[in-house]
C-alpha cells in the first residue's frame, strides 16, 4: 500500500518565478492538504482539497494556488516566488466522512528561493 | 479552533519513559486530540489519537482527563530513534472540512 507521495524531492528557483509541487494521496484517500513548514516551525496549513474543489483555506495569499485531479492527486503552484517562500512543502492526505479524519503526509519536497 | 500549548524541548535518556503534556483550554466538544512525531526533514507522522480517557497503541499512550482540557503522550522506553520534534493538535472529527493546525511542537532530545 503506497503511501501518499510528494515529487520533486528537492527544488532550487529564484525570485520571480513560478513554481509547481506535486502530491499523490495514499491509496483509499480523496482529500489533499498542503502546508508549508519553515525552518524550525511547525507545519502552517495553505489550503485543502476534495472533490477537485479547495475547501478549505490558511492565510497565504493568492499567489498560492492549487488543483485536484480526478484521481485525487493533487498541485500546488506557487508564483512570483518571494525569498520568504523557501521552505518544506508537504501533502497530506485523508479521507472525507470517516469518522475520525487522520491526515497522513507524504516527505515534502524542499524548496530553496534565491 | 482550540490552540494548543506545549513545552519547547525535554530531555530524556535512553530507557526511560517520556511524557508530554499538552494543554487545551478551549477544546470543544466534538473536538477529537492527536499527536504527530517529525523527524528533520520529513513529513509529520500519526502516533496516536484519542476523545477522552485512556488509548494506548503499539508505539504510545494517550491520556486525556476527564475535563479534557489538557493531554499527555506517554512513549514507554525511548530510545535514540525517538529524538524527535511531537506535536499535539485539537480539531474536530470528521464530516467537515478540517483546517489541521499545528504548534511549535517539542523538541525531545533522547540521550545515550
Known amino acids: 500500500d503506497a503511501g501518499v507521495t510528494q515529487s520533486p524531492t528537492h527544488l532550487i528557483k529564484t525570485r520571480g518565478q513560478q513554481v509547481t509541487l506535486r502530491c499523490s494521496p495514499k491509496?483509499?484517500?480523496?482529500?489533499v492538504s498542503w502546508y508549508q513548514q519553515a525552518l524550525g516551525q511547525g507545519p502552517q496549513f495553505i489550503f485543502q482539497?476534495?472533490?477537485?474543489?479547495?475547501?478549505q483555506r490558511g492565510n497565504f495569499p493568492d499567489r498560492f494556488s492549487g488543483h485536484q485531479f480526478p484521481n485525487y492527486s493533487s498541485e500546488l503552484n506557487v508564483n512570483a516566488l518571494l525569498l520568504g517562500d523557501s521552505a518544506l512543502y508537504l501533502c497530506?492526505?485523508?479521507?472525507?466522512?470517516?469518522?475520525?479524519?487522520?491526515?497522513?503526509f507524504g516527505p515534502g519536497t524542499r524548496l530553496l528561493v534565491l | 479552533l482550540a490552540k494548543t500549548t506545549q513545552p519547547i524541548s525535554m530531555d530524556s535518556y535512553e530507557g526511560q519513559e517520556v511524557n508530554i503534556t499538552c494543554s487545551h483550554n478551549n477544546i470543544a466538544t466534538n473536538d477529537y486530540i492527536t499527536w504527530y512525531q517529525q523527524f528533520p526533514s520529513q513529513g509529520p507522522r500519526f502516533i496516536i489519537q484519542g476523545y477522552k480517557t485512556k488509548v494506548t497503541n503499539e508505539v504510545a499512550s494517550l491520556f486525556i482527563p476527564a475535563d479534557r482540557k489538557s493531554s499527555t503522550l506517554s512513549l514507554p522506553r525511548v530510545s535514540l530513534s525517538d529524538t524527535a520534534v511531537y506535536y499535539c493538535?485539537?480539531?474536530?472529527?470528521?464530516?467537515?472540512?478540517?483546517?489541521?493546525?499545528f504548534g511549535s511542537g517539542t523538541k525531545l532530545n533522547v540521550k545515550p
Open positions: 497530506a492526505s485523508s479521507s472525507h466522512g470517516t469518522e475520525i479524519e487522520t491526515q497522513y
Open positions: 482539497y476534495y472533490e477537485e474543489e479547495e475547501r
Open positions: 493538535l485539537v480539531g474536530p472529527s470528521s464530516y467537515n472540512f478540517n483546517k489541521f493546525y
Open positions: 491509496s483509499g484517500h480523496d482529500t
